[in-house]
T-cell receptor
Framework: GEDVEQSLFLSVREGDSSVINCTYT??????LYWYKQEPGAGLQLLTY?????DMKQDQRLTVLLNKKDKHLSLRIADTQTGDSAIYFC????????FGQGTTLQVKP | DARVTQTPRHKVTEMGQEVTMRCQPI?????VFWYRQTMMQGLELLAY????????DSGMPKDRFSAEMPDATLATLKIQPSEPRDSAVYFC?????????????FGSGTQLSVL
């Protein structure tokens, strides 16, 4: 069945790079997504990647996709305190399936 | 600035009472999703609609939960009777279904506490 897994917590220092990892199970997923949730708010789409791509870069964000291993990562360069949030990866397997979310803590 | 609107933002009720949560999707969107978020379970998909028709409600406890779209501008999620274990944040999201990408826009959620 469909399943998306992420590590639950990541702590980095301001200015460092953050790498959030995700594994998924459905090989038929056409798009994979990263959403961000700030405290008290709904999820907000950060970026997405089509399954025939290996990499997508958008300003400080880099998404890497290893389709063979079903592994997705989100790299945030020069992490800022404003990046502190919960990050969800999601795959579209008919419906959108979310992981548990990774809480990113950015220390000054 | 188009956004998904959910009401109420907060709801405190007693066990056994009926709870109705409302969602106004973004105008022109044709898919609506209901998710429930808890610390233990994360984000669970409860139900989703396309062009107002329910496509999947397998994540929803059918004995007490019901989801409807009376028209294209309103989606409702009802719990009757409510139980303490229903306490969670309920999110509505809307999107425009394409063959492929499905970018969802989330509301701010309804925080439900059942005492």
């Amino acid at each position: 069945g469909e399943d998306v897994e992420q590590s639950l917590f990541l702590s980095v220092r301001e200015g460092d790079s953050s790498v959030i990892n995700c594994t998924y199970t459905d090989s038929s997923s056409t798009y994979l997504y990263w959403y961000k949730q700030e405290p008290g708010a709904g999820l907000q789409l950060l970026t997405y990647i089509f399954s025939n791509m290996d990499m997508k870069q958008d300003q400080r964000l880099t998404v890497l996709l290893n389709k063979k291993d079903k592994h997705l990562s989100l790299r945030i360069a020069d992490t800022q305190t404003g990046d502190s949030a919960i990050y969800f990866c999601a795959e579209k397997a008919g419906k959108l399936i979310f992981g548990q979310g990774t809480t990113l803590q950015v220390k000054p | 600035d188009a956004r998904v609107t959910q009401t109420p933002r907060h709801k405190v009720t007693e066990m056994g009472q009926e709870v109705t949560m409302r969602c106004q999707p973004i105008l022109g969107h044709n898919t609506v999703f209901w998710y429930r978020q808890t610390m233990m379970q994360g984000l669970e998909l409860l139900a989703y609609f396309r062009n107002r028709a329910p496509l999947d409600d397998s994540g929803m406890p059918k004995d007490r939960f019901s989801a409807e779209m009376p028209d294209a501008t309103l989606a409702t999620l009802k719990i009757q009777p409510s139980e303490p274990r229903d306490s969670a944040v309920y999110f509505c999201a809307s999107g425009l279904a394409n063959p492929g990408t499905e970018k969802l826009f989330f509301g701010s959620g309804t925080q439900l506490s059942v005492l």
